[in-house]
């Protein structure tokens, strides 16, 4: 009876010990299939891009041929629409391939508010115009206080945020953008942005899957609105890279409020100037 249990024993082990090298197998093939994808995805993203690029370079130089027939700077417009569109998934799809792989990286340099409110006077505001809508900014903070951050990628954050606002916020709504800074000591400034909109909202279903990859509510956009589906997933995983929160509120038919929270290493305002002026 001894010799048994201890055939058992011996037994039970050696199937674990299959048992857990097939896991790790499954594990290493799976592992090794993610990143053949990534892999693809990225390559395909590059050299789609470059045609792409090629298309709207040309596309906007037609564009320019003095006394063009108005069928022709139609049709220019068009392409040009749906080019930049295009580019537009492939980026995402770049992009997300990179977070996938741990590759993106942050290039922190200081970003004054006032060159913030520049990019929102040049491609946010003109977004509601478009629609009549009514953008509604309200800041409160300090210019002596510059966080350093990687500006692209915090434009590619808001973008992102209030893009979506505006695209499903009817005509003649309303977006209202806070952006609340403080002081956290230690050289770091908090800075808090809302971002809140009177749209259509969203399902409690969609929320709690918004910021998976391709995730998408069910809605009647049209094709050429409907996007990736990937744009809220890199949102998360840059706030997260940056150490940051993010958390959404919306209701159907009540409207979407989203808060940001980040946090900056800073420097001065007066040092900033004072460098500028030696570079002069």
């Given amino acids: 009876?001894?010799?048994?249990e201890v055939g058992d024993e011996v037994r039970m082990?050696?199937?674990?010990?299959?048992?857990?090298?097939?896991?790790?197998?499954?594990?290493?093939?799976?592992?090794?299939?993610?990143?053949a994808k990534t892999d693809f995805l990225s390559r395909m993203s590059h050299d789609i891009r470059t045609p792409l690029n090629g298309i709207i370079g040309l596309t906007y130089l037609t564009r320019e041929i003095p006394?063009?027939?108005?069928?022709?700077?139609?049709?220019?417009?068009?392409?040009?629409?749906?080019?930049?569109?295009?580019?537009s998934l492939v980026n995402d799809i770049l992009d997300m391939s990179k977070a996938e792989s741990g590759r993106i990286e942050l290039h922190p340099e200081p970003y004054p508010v006032e060159e913030f409110n520049s990019y929102l006077d040049a491609v946010?505001?003109?977004?509601?115009?478009?629609?009549?809508?009514?953008?509604?900014?309200?800041?409160?903070?300090?210019?002596?206080?510059?966080?350093?951050?990687?500006?692209?990628r915090i434009n590619q954050?808001?973008?992102?945020?209030?893009?979506?606002?505006?695209?499903?916020t009817p005509e003649g709504g309303t977006i209202t953008y806070r952006i609340t800074g403080r002081a956290a000591g230690e050289g770091r400034v908090t800075i808090?942005?809302?971002?809140?909109?009177?749209?259509?909202?969203?399902?409690?279903?969609f929320q709690a899957m918004m910021f998976d990859p391709f995730a998408q509510e069910n809605r009647d956009d049209s094709s050429t609105h409907r996007g990736s589906g990937l744009?809220?997933?890199?949102?998360?995983?840059l706030v997260d890279l940056m150490g940051g929160t993010i958390e959404v509120h919306s209701t159907i038919g009540k409207g979407t409020t989203i808060l940001l929270h980040l946090c900056f290493a800073v420097v001065s305002g007066e040092s900033l100037a004072a460098e500028h002026a030696e570079r002069r």
Avoid: W
């Avoid at 954050?157 to 209030?162: G, M, P, R, S, Y």
């Avoid at 808090?192 to 279903?205: A, C």
């Avoid at 744009?231 to 995983?237: R, Y």
């Fill in 124 to 152: 946010i505001r003109p977004l509601c115009a478009e629609k009549n809508q009514k953008f509604i900014l309200e800041e409160q903070v300090t210019s002596d206080l510059v966080p350093l951050a990687d500006k692209s």
């Fill in 157 to 168: 954050v808001l973008f992102n945020l209030l893009s979506n606002a505006v695209k499903y």
């Fill in 67 to 87: 006394d063009l027939p108005d069928a022709a700077r139609n049709n220019l417009n068009k392409i040009d629409i749906s080019s930049k569109f295009l580019l």
């Fill in 1 to 4: 009876a001894i010799y048994r």
């Fill in 231 to 237: 744009g809220l997933a890199i949102v998360k995983k």
């Fill in 13 to 35: 082990q050696n199937e674990l010990k299959v048992r857990l090298e097939h896991e790790e197998k499954l594990r290493r093939d799976a592992m090794a299939a993610n990143d």
């Fill in 192 to 205: 808090d942005h809302e971002i809140k909109d009177t749209g259509i909202g969203m399902s409690d279903k």
